[in-house]
């Protein structure tokens, strides 16, 4: 019953500060992240850390990356990149490992990594934190693929933003009877 009221209740928050988990609870949060369908097992998901220090590092690769890709951009608006990586006080990148689409398709792939960040926001969520996932320009960036360590066949699925909301959105969700039918 607890699980439901949190699947029932789970909200995205945009605005995020301080304070963020510690790193027990992230890891917990990873453990209930790696609970999900996997089709032959390939867990082909993984997670990154960046808090602090960390953040502003990404944040410099990024307008800089931003910046020589468009060069045209105003400095504002590459101000205004720079600050989306401090958006938070935590980071978490979630990065997909693709594997040979032979063995399971890309789209099956995706799939379980989505799952994947589904159940990591729901154990932040447990546990206290507000977080969004976010993707947008930051995830597709190749330097900052590059300074965070992925391969070639990695890509970030997500950017999921973690901290503490003071103002709580409230959502209200459609009613279920327009998303199931049965067949007759
Ligand atoms: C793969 C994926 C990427 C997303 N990227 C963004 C994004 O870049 N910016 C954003 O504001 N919301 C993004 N969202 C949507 C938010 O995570 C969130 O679902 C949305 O704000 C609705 O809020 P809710 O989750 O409370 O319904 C993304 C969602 C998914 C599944």
């Known amino acids: 019953m607890e699980l439901l009221q949190g699947l029932l209740s789970r909200v995205s928050q945009p605005v995020l500060q301080a304070p963020g988990p510690d790193h027990a609870q992230i890891e917990l949060a990873v453990k209930a992240a790696i609970c999900v369908p996997d089709h032959r097992n390939l867990q082909a998901w993984r997670y990154i850390l960046i808090e602090g220090e960390g953040r502003e590092r990404l944040a410099e690769i990024y307008a800089r990356s931003q910046s020589e890709q468009a060069p045209q951009r105003s400095a504002a608006e590459i101000d205004r990149l720079r600050q989306q990586p401090l958006r938070a006080p935590t ?9 040979d689409a032979a063995q399971v398709p890309l789209h099956e792939q995706y799939l379980s990594m989505g799952a994947s960040v589904q159940n990591l926001l729901l154990a932040l969520m ?13 995830a597709e960036d190749r330097a900052v693929a590059q300074a965070l360590g992925l391969q ?17 959105r409230q959502v209200s969700r459609p009613p279920p ?5 049965i067949w007759s």
């Open 91 to 99: 980071l978490i990148m979630a990065v997909l490992r693709r594997q």
């Open 126 to 138: 447990a546990q206290g934190w507000a977080a969004i996932w976010r993707t947008g320009a930051l």
């Open 152 to 168: 070639e066949q990695e890509m970030i699925a997500g950017v999921i933003y973690v901290g503490t909301t003071l103002n709580p």
């Open 177 to 181: 009877e327009s998303f199931w039918e």
